[in-house]
C-alpha cells in the first residue's frame, strides 16, 4: 500500500503558475503509474496528466496540454505538476494517484491509491 500526500496548491491569479508535489510513503514510486486528476465544484472528476514508472511516458488532456507538464523523481518518491499560464478554469481540487496495473491510463477508475487532494484557485 501507499500514501500519497499532495502539496502545493493556493491562490494564484490568471496567467500565474503553481507547483503542485504529490510525495509518496509505504512503496517506492516507481512502482506505479502517476496520473493527476481534479475535480472542480459541481463538476465530475476529470483526468489531466498522466506519467509512466520510469518517467519516459507522459499524457496531457487537451485542456492543459502546453501549459502544464508532469514529471517524476523516483529516488524522491515525488511527482510534480508543474502548471503555468493557469486560467479560472482550472480551478479545483487536484489529486495526485497510483496505477499498479497501467502505466499511463487516463481513466481513474484504474488507479488504487489516491492522495487527499490540494486545492487550486484561480482568479480572473
Not at 38 to 53: C, H, L, N, Y
Not at 55 to 71: H, L, P, Q, W
Not at 80 to 93: G, H, I, R, W
Request: hydrophobic residues 30%; proline residues 2%; aromatic residues 10%.
Amino acid at each position: 500500500q501507499v500514501l500519497l500526500v499532495e502539496s502545493g496548491g493556493g491562490l494564484v491569479q490568471a496567467g500565474g503558475s503553481l507547483r503542485l508535489s504529490c510525495v509518496a510513503s509505504g512503496r517506492r514510486l516507481s512502482t506505479y503509474g502517476m496520473g493527476w486528476f481534479r475535480q472542480a465544484p459541481g463538476k465530475e472528476r476529470e483526468f489531466v496528466a498522466v506519467i509512466s514508472r520510469s518517467g519516459t511516458s507522459t499524457s496531457y488532456a487537451d485542456s492543459v496540454k502546453d501549459r502544464f507538464t508532469i514529471n517524476r523523481d523516483n529516488a524522491e518518491n515525488t511527482v510534480y505538476l508543474q502548471m503555468n499560464s493557469l486560467k479560472p478554469e482550472d480551478t479545483a481540487v487536484y489529486y495526485c494517484a497510483a496505477n499498479e496495473v497501467y502505466a499511463t491510463s487516463r481513466n481513474g477508475g484504474t488507479y488504487s491509491y489516491w492522495g487527499q487532494g490540494t486545492q487550486v484557485t484561480v482568479s480572473a
